[in-house]
């Protein structure tokens, strides 16, 4: 794992490994960012592009989840019924 850049809002390595595991990701991602002194995140969005031997990962903090709607009337109706 070579760094290229890496800071709380972006993580860009050169990875030497053929089509890393998504634990492999979020391990060399953690790595990176606990190196650098930032703190690791909880979920993030990767880009992986490849050209012979080498990969480039592209990562960034995952946006955070909305809240599902939750309707004051109770739903009575499920599955299509009418």
């Not at 290229?4 to 030497?16: E, K, Y």
């Amino acid at each position: 794992m070579t760094p290229s850049a890496v800071s709380p809002d972006v993580v860009a390595l050169l990875l030497g490994m053929d089509e890393p595991s998504v634990q492999e990701i979020d391990r060399v991602v953690a790595e990176a960012l606990t190196a650098a002194g930032c703190v690791p995140w909880r979920a993030m969005e990767a880009e992986l592009y490849g050209r012979g031997a080498q990969r480039l990962l592209i990562a960034r903090p995952a946006p955070p989840r909305r809240r599902r709607l939750v309707s004051p009337i109770p739903r009575l109706r499920r599955g299509g019924e009418k």
